[in-house]
């Protein structure tokens, strides 16, 4: 169906519309609601814990206990959709904390439930947090990071997250075909019903970077004895930024090994590709506003530089715009309470003017 532009001044004003906020709100094309917000969460070991999370102010690793009263204040604003990312208490090569049965991850998830069953807890399935190389997946003799025996590792984890009572599992190693290996480990220990949230098209982006301080996952790099090098890059997995017909072919690929919803990853610099996702694909298309974007506006914010609050909503606003159906972003919180706020006008002050 095409549409036909033939809008002409003078019979046509496009200031119209946009006369009065009543006005503006009647025609708006997108909004934001708490629906879709998802807010994402650090936890680490210990008691009482609320660590402030220097590169992202505002921003906090909880231990389990301390983060039942976070998300008592989470409920307030609306939000019901959360992100765990674990740190772990030790490291090793292969990343074995990560997928134990009383990992951080694990027994977070345990305990949230017994006090907010209805809260949908969504798991960041990943290794690199947990090796000791920070890399995503197992490196190797050559110092490469191993594709399928990741991506197996990455379906256990994935597991012992859904016996803790995860409700959406979240691979985002970037390991190919780790959504076949999700799915077929789930099916196989009876998690047939758990949503995969794949982390489709994530770009190996400078936007990770206080994520990395925040999770302590910064890729190392490695002189192997032999003489070959790891990098202290992702850019052997994580997508190269210059592609977008790429990001079709990986979100082609994870819809087709049973991903439920895919994920385009950072946002903003982004906005095209979650664009042609949602004009290519039926399924719902998630983004990811990440710790680099939050940096930035937080940081000009405190600067004075610019309003936080109109400037973060103008930022998940484009990604609705795009397409984006599921909003990913540090700010979910705060924006679940900013559109509390947002009550629409008084009718009696609208008809007095
Ligand atoms: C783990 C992971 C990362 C992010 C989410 N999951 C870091 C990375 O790939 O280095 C980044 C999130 C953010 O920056 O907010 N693989």
Known sequence: MTKHYLNQFPSFRGRRMRQSENLRRLVRE?????????MPYFVREGRAVREPIVSMPAQYRFSPDALIGELEELEASGVHTVLLFGLPSQKDAQGSEAWKADGIVQKTVRHIKKRFSKLTVITDVCLCAYTTHGHCGLLNKRGEVANDESARLIGDIAVSHAEAGADIVAPSDMMDGRVHFVRKALDCHGFEHIPIMSYAAKYASSF??????AADSAPQEIHLEGGGIVPSDRKSYQMDPPNAEEALRELAMDIQEGADIVMVKPALAYLDVICKAVQTFS????????????????????????????????????????GAKILITYYAKQIGFWLQEEQPQAYQQVTAS
């Open 208 to 213: 990770y970077g206080p994520f990395r301080e």
């Open 283 to 322: 399924v719902p298309v998630a983004a990811y506003q990440v710790s680099g974007e939050y940096a930035m506006v937080k940081a000009a914010a405190e600067q004075g530089f610019l309003k936080e609050k109109e400037a973060v909503l103008e930022l998940l606003t484009a990604c609705t715009r795009a």
């Open 30 to 38: 997108t909004r934001l609601h708490g629906d879709q917000l998802v």
